[in-house]
């Protein structure tokens, strides 16, 4: 079974930097494609940034250049991180990671195409 464990949200002042991560478990993440989604009160979830098992990076256009995401894989668990600079009120939101195999994966920002899911991490940018 995959479990997904959030960690690293928090209350930041803007231009702060804060770095999330997520704990995987259950299985091979090897070819696993892995991504954050965020989700603001009374909007949609949407997505922040997604890496596949061969570390290829795929960014929303408001993180490029401000996130980074990165993964550290072991035998059977996997760590994924996002790197959050130069934070603005508007990343506040509820931070989630999602994981699924690579090939079901053809558009990295679908959130519909991941079937794993943590539980969110608050992260709160004040102005």
């Known amino acids: 079974q995959v479990l997904l464990v959030e960690s690293g949200g928090g209350l930041l002042p803007a231009g702060g930097s804060l770095r999330l991560s997520c704990a995987a478990s259950g299985r091979p993440f090897t070819s696993y494609s892995m991504a954050w989604f965020r989700q603001a009160p009374g909007r949609e979830r949407e997505f922040v940034a997604a890496?596949?098992?061969?570390?290829?990076?795929?960014?929303s256009d408001s993180a490029k250049g401000r996130f980074i995401i990165s993964r550290d894989d072991n035998q059977n668990t996997a760590q994924l991180q996002l790197q959050m600079n130069s934070l603005k009120p508007e990343d506040t939101a509820v931070y989630y990671c999602a994981t699924e195999r690579d090939w079901l994966i053809l558009t990295p920002s679908s959130a519909n195409l991941y079937s794993f899911w943590g539980q969110g991490t608050q992260v709160t940018v004040s102005s």
């Open positions: 890496i596949r098992g061969n570390g290829t990076q795929y960014y």
